[in-house]
Nanobody, 120 residues
Framework: QVQLVESGGGLVQAGGSLRLSCAATGNIFSINHMGWYRQTPGKQRELVAVITSGGLTNYADSVKGRFTISRDNAKNTVYLQMNNLKPEDTAVYCC??????????????WGQGTQVTVSS
């Protein structure tokens, strides 16, 4: 059983910082890409940032220069450092990972989500 467990959300003032963590646990053979998405009520889920197993990254235009995604492959953990936060960053942030549990079994997994609220 694979689980993604997120932590680090909370309430912060505009201009502040937060660091999200997401640890993958369970029967893991290997992990391909890991990423963060966010969703607000009435809007589609939005890709925030993604990182490959080799460390290549991609960001939404709205967070470039403010957010940094990183991962620790030894710990099966992905991080999202969020700086200069804005009220429009308020959302539920969900971790996603493309995980193989064997040579032939591969699927996407999602965390339960963590709330980030940025006050003006």
């Amino acid at each position: 059983q694979v689980q993604l467990v997120e932590s680090g959300g909370g309430l912060v003032q505009a201009g502040g910082s937060l660091r999200l963590s997401c640890a993958a646990t369970g029967n893991i053979f290997s992990i391909n890409h890991m990423g963060w998405y966010r969703q607000t009520p009435g809007k589609q889920r939005e890709l925030v940032a993604v990182i490959t197993s080799g460390g290549l990254t991609n960001y939404a235009d709205s967070v470039k220069g403010r957010f940094t995604i990183s991962r620790d492959n030894a710990k099966n953990t992905v991080y999202l450092q969020m700086n200069n936060l804005k009220p429009e960053d308020t959302a539920v942030y969900c971790c996603n990972a493309d995980i193989l549990t064997s040579y032939v079994v591969r699927r996407d997994y999602w965390g339960q989500g963590t709330q980030v609220t940025v006050s003006s």
